[in-house]
């Protein structure tokens, strides 16, 4: 529902997370662009999303709206994510155990379309993207 609105203002919908419950419901949507995001662009979309939600009202309860940039520690949601970090540190739960785990974090050694390749504690886990229920970068500072 918001990936064309937010498409047309000239970026990437980077994922859209519902947290908290009753009235501490927090809607985040995640935005990025090749230039960076700064507070002006999630003002913008912010309007735009809050326009595309009055009329929707897709939620049953109250809610906040946060628009964010996707930050150091990215969620990783559709396919190109997963692609575009290859060799990257990432931190992944899915929702059935793969060789006894559900919690992964590792370097993402490849993507092949459907299964992702982890490296973990100098063990290969393939976890197939359709039992993935998070993803995430793990940002790795330089000291």
Same mark, same amino acid.
């Given at each position: 529902?918001?990936?064309? @609105? ?5 970026? =990437?919908?980077?994922?859209? =997370?519902?947290?908290?419950?009753? +009235? $501490? ?10 230039? $960076? ?5 999630? &003002?913008?979309?912010?309007? &735009? ?5 009055? @009329?929707?009202?897709? !939620?049953?309860?109250?809610?906040? !709206?946060?628009?964010?940039?996707? $930050? #150091? +520690?990215? !969620?990783l949601v559709k ?10 540190? %990432? ?7 793969v060789l006894g785990?559900? +919690?992964?974090?590792?370097? #993402? ?5 459907? +299964?992702?390749?982890?490296?973990v504690d100098n ?5 197939? #993207? ?9 940002? %790795? #500072?330089?000291?």
């Open positions: 529902m918001f990936e064309p @609105v937010v498409e047309s203002m000239a970026y =990437e919908l980077v994922g859209v =997370e519902l947290t908290g419950s009753g +009235n $501490g419901t927090i809607l985040r949507i995640y935005i990025d662009a090749a230039k $960076g995001i700064t507070v002006e662009d999630c &003002q913008a979309v912010s309007y &735009q999303i809050s326009g595309i939600l009055e @009329v929707e009202d897709p !939620l049953d309860n109250r809610y906040t !709206l946060e628009v964010s940039s996707p $930050g #150091l +520690n990215r !969620l396919p190109e994510h997963f692609k575009r970090f290859v060799g990257e540190l %990432v931190k992944i739960r899915s929702t059935e155990a785990r559900k +919690n992964f974090k590792g370097v #993402l050694e490849a993507f092949d379309g459907k +299964n992702l390749f982890v490296a063990e290969e886990y393939e976890i197939p #993207l359709d039992i993935v229920e998070k993803a995430n970068l793990v940002p %790795v #500072l330089d000291s």
